[in-house]
């Protein structure tokens, strides 16, 4: 069946440090891959979307790839602040469905 | 931005009895969903709603649960009658339009405990 997995259960960094969070995806049906990020006591709120293989989103100093050869797509951070904190999900929705599909979540922590 | 509601924050029954989620969607979306995670579990989609319909739902949508909106009121998801598993934190959210470029937005949830 369709899935994502995300096997980064939680991430520490200290500000500055580079965040790099990982997804793979299995499907036969054709994605929209998104990253969203939840605060503490909200929901998810979207951060990315990308939609075309090998192509980068950007927002909020985050950048998202996505390679459909290795059917990965990844969220990436040059220097996280404290802000960050939160956690983060993949997800995908297929040209057929109207649900996401979510991976698990990464709890990013971000200490001064 | 946008703001999607939900009612109450939590829930606490007892098994058997009948429980209501209320979420009040951003005001001008037409497509509404519930997502249900258990803890430590990933987020997974329940139902869509679309003109007062189901349009889609998964297989964790089961016979007891149901979903409205009644004269665009709050979108409802109602679980009768409750188990144990239905323990889980609920999510609704909502979009503009079911266009895949279209986003969803998520209200807060609602941490439902079965006892």
């Known amino acids: 069946g369709d899935s994502v997995i995300q096997m980064q259960g939680q991430v520490t960094l200290s500000e500055n440090d580079f965040l790099f969070i990982n997804c793979t995806y299995s499907?036969?049906?054709?994605?929209?891959l998104f990253w969203y990020v939840q605060y503490s006591g909200e929901g998810p709120q979207l951060l990315l979307q990308?939609?075309?293989?090998?192509n980068k989103g950007s927002s909020r100093g985050f950048e998202a790839t996505y390679d459909k050869g290795t059917t990965s797509f990844h969220l990436q951070k040059t220097s996280v602040q404290e802000i960050d904190s939160a956690v983060y999900y993949c997800?995908?929705?297929?040209?057929?469905?109207?649900?996401?599909?979510f991976g698990l979540g990464t709890r990013v922590s971000v200490f001064p | 931005g946008p703001k999607v509601l939900q009612i109450p924050s939590h829930q606490i029954i007892d098994m058997g009895q009948m429980v209501t989620l209320n979420c009040d969607p951003v005001?001008?979306?037409?497509?509404f969903y519930w997502y249900k995670q258990i803890l430590g579990q990933q987020m997974e989609f329940l139902v869509n709603?679309?003109?007062?319909?189901?349009?889609?739902k998964s297989k964790l949508f089961k016979d007891q649960f149901s979903v409205e909106r009644p004269d665009g009121s709050y979108f409802t998801l109602k679980i009768q009658p409750t188990a144990l598993e239905d323990s889980a934190v609920y999510f609704c959210?909502?979009?503009?339009?079911?266009?895949?470029?279209?986003?969803?937005?998520f209200g807060p949830g609602t941490r439902l405990t079965v006892l």
């Open positions: 959210a909502s979009s503009p339009t079911g266009g895949h470029s279209y986003e969803q937005y």
């Open positions: 499907t036969t049906g054709y994605p929209t």
């Open positions: 990308v939609t075309t293989a090998n």
């Open positions: 997800a995908m929705r297929l040209n057929y469905a109207q649900g996401l599909t």
């Open positions: 005001s001008n979306h037409l497509y």
């Open positions: 709603f679309y003109n007062g319909k189901v349009m889609e």
